[in-house]
Structures are given as C-alpha cells and as structure tokens.
C-alpha cells in the first residue's frame, strides 16, 4: 500500500503547486486540508512525501560529493535522480546546474537555473548562477535582462555586490552601475563596500564626475568619515580640479591625519606647483609610513622642481629600494643624476627604466634633455 501511495505523489505534488504563492515546505496543513483527503490516506502520503523528499536530499549529496571529486558522470547521474524524486526543490536544480557548468554544458545549465528562478525567484544565489550562465555563452542581452529583473525584487543580501564583480570581470561596466546602485539605494546607512566599487567601476570609464558624486552622497550621510573625503579628493584630482582636491584632502586630514590622507594632500599641492608645501606633506606621509615606494618617488618630484637635485636622487633610490619594478622611479633617478651632471650613470638609470617598461611619450616626469 505504500508503494501504491507513492504513485499518487506526483498527483498531489501539482495539486499542491497550483495554490498561488504556495510554499509546500512552510505551508503543508493549509495544502492538505485544502485537497479533502481521508486521514488515512493523508497519512500515508505524507510519509511517502517525507520518503522520497529525504531520498532525493540524500542523491543530492551524494553528487555534491561526486563533483567535489571531479567525477561528473556520477555527480550528473546523482543530481538527476535528486530532481526526479523532489522536481520543486529549485537547490537541486541549482546544484545540478554546478555540474553542467563543470563539464562546459552552459546551455543545459542555463535551462536548470532557469528553473530553479521559476521555483524560488527571491533567492539570489539562483540568479547568480544564471546570470553566470548567460556570460559564460556571451548571452551579454540576456544578462542585461536578468540584472533589471534581479533588481527588481529587492533582495537586501550582500549579493548585489557579488553580481557586479562578476559583471566589471566582464567589463559589463552599465551592467555592474545599475546592481552597485541598488546595493546603495537598498541600504544606504551601510553601503561601503558598494559605494567603493561603483567608484572603482566609474573610474574605468573615466566618468570622474559621477565616481566624486557617489563619496559626496557618502559625506552628506557621515560628514566625519576622513575615507569618503580622500575619495573625493581622488576624484577631483582626477578632474584637474586640484584646489578643490586640496582642500578636501585637508578635510580627511583634519578628521584623520592618516598617511594616504597626507600623500594625496601634496599631490594636490604639488599640480598647483605649491613645490615646498608638497615636499612638507610628503615628509608628514612618509613620517606616518616609510615603507610606501610611492610616496618616496612624489617627493623625490618634488624635490627635483625645487632644483634640490641630490636630495631628489636620495629620495628617488629609496622608492627603487621599496620597489625596484617601477619604472617611473628609475626614471625619476635618471633626471637627478643628469642635472647634477652624473652623466653615466644616469643614462644607466634610463636604459633600466626602458627595460621595465619606460617611455616618454606615456610619461612627463623625465625630460629629455637632462639625459643627452
């Protein structure tokens, strides 16, 4: 008898589907008192239910353990026998479709994560899956579709931010703005991690403008946050607008007088040509940290202009020593040695800059009269 109740299951299981919002794991009792069952045959299908529901857990287990182990077949094998005995679980569906991504069958995993969306279409881990799924085939329409659609719902999880790295990984730039906005817009008293990627995504595109506008949004929620001011700073240098950028930067360093605050302080000193005020800024970071390569090259700039050549050279061999791949330091030592007269070894200095990597047409640090 209760093999014969099982054949009923699939019955029962589309009866119990096609009450609207129906959720048969929260909302069992409403689903059976709705079908008018005897209690005894109730009975007996709830304990083939509880049956072939723990089965198909247990297949799918078994293929989670098969694809851990590289052993598709089985583990496609393993998660077929799970869909077939629970079909309205969307976490078999999901997990089945792991397995066809491992063996590069995107078009079969794009129709079992199109129906594990159908079965649970506010759970994102889904949505991430098919949206990979679209990327993976170049479906690039598709994703775009998926994304406005994802949105939508609202769901308040960390996986907005999950979706829009994968997006920028594809250089799906608009994509990866609308998802970074929602993430803001959904909660914007906690929203660093997404206001941090939208401004890195922004800076990709050269869209200066609206990477400043997403830390000034910052500012305008926490005023004393020395983070959201530097960003500022980083973004209206970028726009050439280095007196504004000076004066924000002194705002992080009034709220914080950390290293990188004062670094970015005698950049924006040093474009307006403000030379001792930036070398007075470069010293105050490097106070705060010695082991930055960068910042010893700024100074060792800063230097140069002043026409303090033999400081210039001192500062430009330690940013070599933090960083003996950067080419513009190696450059930098070259200018210093050649107005100082060290002929020799600037050119030296010059030919190891072009091996990592140097040219003038990309650069305006070295002129090229210094090292001829």
């Avoid at 991504?101 to 759970?123: D, F, G, M, T």
């Avoid at 190696?330 to 200095?349: C, H, R």
Wanted: charged share 30%; aromatic share 10%.
């Amino acid at each position: 008898f209760f093999q014969e109740a099982k054949k009923l299951i699939p019955n029962f299981l589309v009866e119990v589907a096609s009450h609207k919002n129906f959720n048969i794991d929260l909302k069992f009792d409403k689903a059976w008192s709705q079908l008018g069952l005897s209690s005894e045959t109730e009975a007996v299908l709830r304990e083939a239910i509880k049956f072939d529901k723990k089965e198909a857990q247990h297949w799918c287990e078994q293929g989670e353990v098969h694809l851990y182990q590289k052993r598709y077949p089985e583990a496609e094998n393993a998660f077929q026998k799970a869909i077939e005995l629970d079909k309205k679980h969307a976490d078999h569906w999901c997990d089945f479709a792991d397995e066809l991504i491992s063996q590069k069958k995107y078009s079969e995993a794009e129709i079992a994560c199109r129906q594990a969306v159908e079965l649970n279409p506010r759970y994102s881990d889904h949505w991430l899956r098919l949206i990979n799924t679209f990327i993976l085939q170049k479906k690039y329409h598709e994703v775009e579709v998926a994304v406005r659609r994802y949105t939508k719902l609202n769901l308040k999880d960390s996986n907005y931010n999950k979706l829009g790295m994968i997006l920028v990984s594809q250089k799906m730039y608009s994509e990866a703005e609308t998802v970074f906005q929602e993430a803001i817009n959904l909660n914007r008293e906690d929203s660093l991690d997404a206001r941090h990627n939208l401004f890195n995504v922004f800076l990709h595109q050269k869209k200066y403008s609206k990477a400043e506008a997403v830390y000034r949004e910052g500012v305008k929620l926490n005023p004393k946050n020395d983070y959201d001011w530097f960003k500022i700073g980083v973004a209206l240098l970028l726009q050439q607008k280095s007196s504004e950028a000076e004066a924000a930067s002194r705002k992080a360093i009034e709220l914080n007088p950390h290293a990188n605050n004062w670094k970015l302080f005698g950049a924006a000193l040093g474009l307006q040509k403000k030379y001792s005020e930036a070398e007075a800024a470069y010293r105050k970071a490097i106070e705060l940290n010695p082991k930055s390569a960068e910042t010893w090259a700024n100074l060792g700039i800063m230097l140069r202009s002043q026409k303090k050549y033999s400081e210039a050279e001192a500062a430009s061999r330690k940013a070599i020593e933090l960083n003996p791949k950067d080419a513009n330091s190696w450059a930098n030592l070259s200018v210093a040695l050649a107005e100082q007269n060290k002929i020799f070894e600037a050119g030296d200095a010059y030919r190891e800059a072009e091996k990592l990597g140097y040219s003038e047409s990309k650069s305006v640090i070295i002129r090229k009269e210094a090292i001829h």
